[in-house]
């Protein structure tokens, strides 16, 4: 029993992070490179489900046949960190062939476990199976749950840094607009003159204006009689 509860909580956290990379490479991937790579992932697991999974497993031990598909399911992770035709295409297809080899050592594995179990405790095989079948799906399909929330709750704090920083360039732009319109296009609002700077100005006016005047002579009128 105990190396059922091994098995159910390591391929839990395989189906975490696989199921959650799966979730979000439609939004993640541009163009139909997340389509075709999980069409390449179902494609080449039904084949090899019929064809080649058995004969693998007989090969390796159903444990070594658990351990090579929960490789392929992490290499498919990490191609998804460079989405390319030539990373994503043969990642899906190997995935797809050593899934179908993962399913079928684990159906095995847990077989041979609950054979084991009902010889020990002198109890019914099939009832023995059962229970260990549902234990481990039980396990694994809380990682499902785990799953959704954790994507669920990225969005979440994706959307909301998305909104703060609209914001703040919002704010920005409209107290640079706010500036641009005081100034004017002649540059700065004077500033409004204080008591005794009339005076004063005046007084620099008319200097000003003693160096700047051109006195021109005036003419006498002439005498018409």
């Not at 439609?26 to 090899?48: H, K, M």
């Not at 077989?111 to 023995?128: E, G, L, N, V």
């Not at 079948?133 to 039980?138: D, E, I, V």
Request: net charge positive; charged share 10%.
């Amino acid at each position: 029993y105990v190396h059922v509860l091994e098995i159910s909580f390591c391929l839990a956290l395989v189906f975490l992070s696989y199921n959650g990379t799966q979730a979000i490479m439609s939004s993640v991937i541009p163009g139909d490179l997340s389509y075709w790579a999980l069409a390449t992932i179902y494609a080449t697991l039904a084949l090899s489900s019929f064809f080649l999974s058995y004969t693998v497993v007989t090969k390796v031990s159903p444990k070594w046949a658990v351990f090579v598909g929960a490789v392929a399911y992490a290499l498919m992770i990490c191609a998804n960190l460079y989405p390319r035709y030539y990373t994503l295409i043969p990642c899906s297809a190997l995935l797809g062939f050593f899934a179908s080899v993962l399913w079928t050592g684990q159906g095995t594995y847990v077989t041979f476990a609950s054979q084991a179990y009902s010889k020990q405790r002198q109890k019914d095989p099939q009832s023995a199976l059962g229970f260990f079948n549902g234990t481990f799906f039980g396990i694994v399909s809380h990682s499902c749950v785990a799953m959704h929330s954790y994507v669920s709750l990225t969005l979440k704090c994706a959307l909301v840094l998305a909104c703060l920083v609209v914001s703040a360039h919002a704010v920005l732009v409209l107290d640079r607009g706010a500036t641009h319109h005081a100034e004017g296009p002649q540059g700065p609002t004077p500033r409004r003159r204080r008591r005794g700077d009339g005076q004063a100005g005046a007084a620099g006016q008319g200097i000003g204006e003693r160096h700047v005047t051109y006195h021109t002579p005036t003419k006498k009128p002439t005498n018409l009689l």
